[in-house]
């Protein structure tokens, strides 16, 4: 999602090649990137991705390539409107000509029509649950359900998923699924990471028994877990020195002192506080796979190296306790 703003054509393709070569082939990105979202960068990150895919042709097949429709609120994307069946369709056709690809292995929802505890949200009473109508709600679900359909049934998505949802939403998608015969959502993507772990064990436990793929984002929360921002650092070029959508939420006393703590655990155990997160993550029960965002191709080898390196149990052992010091530090 840095490709297009922080990322130029020739730096993404090295990060490919490298993540390639290392056995990677999960390329995960959205119609809304690059980041931070603007009308400028809106359908760069995939422009790029697709101009590779175009150099590479023979190399699609080896590859998973996942993109997501933009949910409400952004002016830009069919003027903020929510996601319908219709959406689905365009969005689709558009996503395709941008990546230069004849299909989308995984079709996601990047977030739902109605307001979901994410984003800093997920406090008691930040939002009302009591306040949206489940009903209306299902009846746009069943309709998104039949756009994705016509998109499978056409060959040009897959498999199609949600990302920042809920066991509810989870759950409704997968009854509507069996009720109608139509496409079963097969993933989702939440944030997960050494600092916000919501989604354990009721969300997690959901996916594992429902077989949906549970793919944290945001494994070092925003680039926070690495350290480059302790105590208020701001290093040239970070994202964190663009403008953020949601504002920096997630720099808070609590999270900069848990991240110190972090950081003394990966310096005792052989790790980069990097390495230790996303370790950490790779190793929850009902992880299915950890989605890295790497700026630097420096950076990538280092994320790369974290999951070939698990952690022991007393590494383990000193994080729970973080953990329990910290359970919700933004």
Request: aromatic letters at 10%; one cysteine or more.
């Amino acid at each position: 999602m840095t490709w297009g703003l922080q990322n130029n054509q020739q730096e993404a393709n090295q990060q490919i090649e490298y993540a390639i070569s290392q056995g990677i082939n999960f390329i995960d990105t959205a119609e809304m990137y690059a980041v931070p979202p603007s009308p400028d960068t809106y359908g760069k990150t995939e422009t790029i991705i697709g101009n590779w895919l175009a150099e590479n042709p023979h190399r699609r097949k080896d590859l998973i390539i996942a993109t997501k429709i933009a949910g409400a609120g952004l002016p830009w994307v069919r003027e903020g409107a929510p996601i319908t069946g219709d959406a689905v369709v365009a969005a689709v056709d558009a996503s395709l000509k941008r990546l230069q690809t004849d299909y989308i292995d995984l079709y996601q929802l990047h977030w739902p029509n109605r307001t979901s505890p994410h984003f800093g949200k997920h406090h008691p009473n930040k939002i009302s649950f009591s306040e949206f109508n489940a009903r209306e709600q299902e009846t746009n679900m069943l309709d998104i359900l039949h756009g994705l359909a016509k998109c499978i049934k056409a060959g040009k998505i897959r498999h199609c998923g949600l990302s920042d949802d809920t066991p509810w939403g989870i759950n409704t998608y997968l009854k509507l699924s069996e009720k109608y015969d139509l496409p079963r959502m097969v993933s989702i993507q939440n944030e997960f990471n050494l600092l916000h772990t919501k989604d354990w064990p009721y969300l997690i436990e959901n996916c594992v028994h429902e077989e949906v793929a549970y793919l944290p984002w945001s494994p070092l929360s925003g680039g926070m877990l690495s350290g480059k921002y302790l105590d208020g650092k701001r290093p040239e070029g970070s994202r964190w020195t663009f403008m953020q959508r949601n504002g920096i939420f997630r720099d808070t006393p609590m999270a900069n002192s848990a991240i110190r703590a972090y950081m003394d655990i990966a310096d005792n155990h052989g790790f980069t506080a990097s390495q230790l997160a996303l370790a950490w993550c790779d190793q929850v029960d009902g992880v299915t796979s950890t989605i890295i965002g790497a700026t630097t191709l420096d950076q990538l080898k280092e994320n790369i190296i974290a999951f070939s390196r698990p952690l022991n149990a007393d590494a383990l052992a000193s994080i729970n306790e973080v953990l329990k010091t910290y359970p919700a530090p933004y």
